[in-house]
Each structure stands twice: as structure tokens, then as C-alpha cells.
Antibody, heavy 121, light 107 residues
């Protein structure tokens, strides 16, 4: 079965960057999109963007354009999310999620456990 | 971007009640609508895809319907484990967008 395991919680200073990893196992790594979704405390779900390993450039939500970068390491089946210029409003749980269907964004079937990123001076 | 509006934002119900949550898209999204359940401190769980298709392992008391701009999630007989938050999400186009969520609480 597909499993996504994310890196641990982070505490960051405003203005710094954070890199969260998402390691996939139990399924095909390439061709399925991995999305990043965040959830601020007590708030709803927000899609940051996604990437399909070995299948074209990432897609970024306009809100995060220029501040977020997704990358992949196919040798370890890991996807990375790098968010820069952190501010207090970026404090949230960050989830990776794999799509249910190849080659696009159809539905987020498998989820990582979430990574809490706290931005505080 | 496609805006997704859910209602109600919260509701109180009893075990055994029939519960309906609605989701409206700001434009026609055909049947590209998914539903998720989230419990406190946990990742969302994929419930329904393409408006009405039950994800494997999801109890049959959950059902989804709709197309175009208006969709519903129905729980036919609420169980104790169903108290949670529910989110709709469109996959018609990127950016993927979610509804604001509906919190189902115990009456």
C-alpha cells in the first residue's frame, strides 16, 4: 500500500526558509502527482501546488509563486517542499498527498502524516 | 481560481441522524468534485471522488451527488466515528481549491 512519510516538525525564524520532505513507498513514484497542502491552526485546507515526478514542471498556486519550490529525488522516491521568506502566517501543518490517478490532479488519495512548521522569533 | 463554498460551516447532530452537507462551485466543474473527512490532529481522509464514487473502504452510509456547480455529501445514519470536519475540493482545474469545511459535532 502507498505510504507517505514526512520529515519532522520545524521551528524557524521569520525571514528564513524551511525544507520539508515526503518519502513515498509502496507504489509507483513517477507519473503520480504529489500535492502540498497546508493547514493553519484552526483553519481549512489550502493547496500550495504540486509536482509530477519525471513529468514536467511543478505547478504553484499564485499565492506562493516565487516563494515555494518543489523538487524530487527519484533515487529515494522523495519529494521536497522548500518555502522561503517565512513569516508568522506560514505557521501551519504542511501535508504532502499523492493523487489517485496518473498524470494529473484528480483527487488526493494518499496523505502524509503532516509536518508542523512554526515560525516564531 | 474556482471558489468553493460549503454550507453549513458547522452542524450539530445525533447518532443515527441523516446529515447533508452542500458544496457550491463558482463555475461549472462537471463532476470533478472530491470529499474528504478530517479528524482533529489527523491528515484528511479521501472519501468520495468524481462527485459520487465511494473510495475503497469507505462505509456505504456515505454518498455524494451533484454535477455542474452544486454538490452534496450525505451521511445516511450518523455514527460516532463520523464526528469530524468535512471538506469538498474541486479538481476541474489548478489551482485545486477546497471549501471552507463543515464541522459535524455531537448534539
Amino acid at each position: 500500500q502507498v505510504q507517505l512519510v514526512q520529515s519532522g516538525a520545524e521551528v524557524k525564524k521569520p525571514g528564513s526558509s524551511v525544507k520539508v520532505s515526503c518519502k513515498a513507498s509502496g507504489g509507483t513514484f513517477t507519473s503520480y502527482s504529489i500535492s502540498w497542502v497546508r493547514q493553519a491552526p484552526g483553519q481549512g485546507l489550502e493547496w500550495m501546488g504540486g509536482i509530477i515526478p519525471n513529468f514536467g514542471p511543478p505547478k504553484y498556486a499564485q499565492k506562493f509563486q516565487g516563494r515555494v519550490t518543489f523538487s524530487t529525488d527519484e533515487s529515494t522516491s522523495t519529494v521536497y517542499m522548500d518555502l522561503s521568506s517565512l513569516r508568522s502566517e506560514d505557521t501551519a501543518v504542511y501535508y504532502c498527498a499523492r493523487d489517485r490517478h496518473r498524470s494529473g490532479y484528480y483527487g488526493l488519495e494518499h496523505w502524509g502524516q503532516g509536518t508542523l512548521v512554526t515560525v516564531s522569533s | 481560481d474556482i471558489q468553493m463554498t460549503q454550507s453549513p460551516s458547522s452542524l450539530s447532530a445525533s447518532v443515527g441522524d441523516r446529515v447533508t452537507i452542500t458544496c457550491r462551485a463558482s463555475q461549472n466543474i462537471n463532476i470533478y468534485l472530491n470529499w474528504y473527512q478530517q479528524k482533529p490532529g489527523k491528515a484528511p481522509k479521501f472519501l468520495i471522488y468524481a462527485a459520487s464514487n465511494l473510495q475503497s473502504g469507505v462505509p456505504s452510509r456515505f454518498s455524494g451527488s451533484g454535477s455542474g456547480t452544486d454538490f452534496t455529501l450525505t451521511i445516511s445514519s450518523l455514527q460516532p466515528e463520523d464526528f469530524a470536519s468535512y471538506y469538498c475540493q474541486q479538481s476541474y482545474s489548478t489551482p485545486l481549491t477546497f471549501g471552507g469545511g463543515t464541522k459535524v459535532e455531537i448534539k
